[in-house]
């Protein structure tokens, strides 16, 4: 389906299932089918929107620069459409920075929050990396592959070559390279800070214990400053939790919206 928004661009998105609405949002390079493996397996329980950001999957691609504000400002147009102000928000990496400005801006469409493997502001060290693969970027999507799933993935995972690893070259390979720059340069602003303190929204934060673009300390930090969030890990994954290990991930936001969530 897609879903023309205010500015002009049409929102790609895909329903599955009935229950609980659940919205997810994807990591940088890739689209709303990087939620597919753990979609399958709650379907029966929730109703879930996998949505491909602007510039990403069959979403269009807009003729400038965008920002995270940009990118908040388009789901929580989608949200009020597809949901009745009471939405999960799930975001993995970028996915995870937009849902956190979805949550500062418009708190009243959301019921509970998960927040995978992403941060809340940067450091001089890591916004000069960010910046860095920005202006490398723009020498194509070929050389951009082996540092970013490697990045992603553990090194004994991304050896066995299997499905998940097959799903992401593809994504990064038919990225267009100049939004796949933007995309980075919308990551290095970011600076959310202490502001997080405001979301009251029950949280969840959820690490792969062995990912190497998120550390343990940025994402317990970003927990303890978040008022209603718990923080887990998913023991062995890398920095596509979800998608590495969607089966665990999925355990963990089933629990979630039992103890955490209104029924």
Not at 50 to 65: A, F, M, Q
Not at 123 to 150: F, H, I, Y
Not at 219 to 231: D, K, S
Request: aromatic letters at 6%; charged letters at 25%; one cysteine or more.
């Amino acid at each position: 389906m897609h879903f023309r928004l205010s500015n002009g661009l049409a929102l790609a998105y895909h329903v599955h299932g009935a229950g609980r609405p659940v919205m997810f949002l994807h990591p940088i390079g890739t689209c709303g089918a990087f939620w597919d493996p753990l979609v399958e397996g709650i379907q029966d329980r929730c109703r879930c929107i996998t949505v491909d950001l602007r510039g990403h999957g069959d979403s269009d691609v807009p003729g400038e620069r965008f920002t995270l504000n940009d990118l908040a400002d388009d789901v929580i147009e989608l949200l009020r459409i597809e949901s009745k102000n009471d939405a999960v928000l799930v975001g993995c990496s970028l996915g995870g920075m937009v849902a956190q400005a979805v949550a500062l801006k418009a708190p009243e469409l959301l019921s509970g929050l998960v927040l995978a493997d992403t941060g809340h502001r940067q450091t001089n060290e890591s916004r000069k990396a960010v910046l860095q693969r920005a202006e490398d970027s723009l020498k194509g999507m070929p050389a951009m592959l082996p540092s970013t799933l490697a990045r992603w993935f553990p090194a004994p995972f991304l050896a066995l070559k299997g499905p998940e690893v097959d799903a992401c070259r593809k994504w990064l390979l038919d990225d267009d390279p100049v939004v796949f720059s933007w995309g980075w340069q919308a990551i290095s602003e970011l600076d959310f800070g202490d502001r997080i303190a405001n979301i009251k929204t029950p949280t969840l934060v959820v690490r792969g214990s062995v990912d190497a673009s998120s550390s343990r300390e940025t994402m317990q930090a970003m927990a303890t400053l978040l008022p209603q969030a718990r923080y887990a890990e998913i023991e062995g994954a890398g920095h596509v939790a979800p998608l590495e290990r969607p089966h665990d991930f999925a355990n963990l936001l089933l629990d979630f919206f039992e103890k955490d969530l209104p029924a």
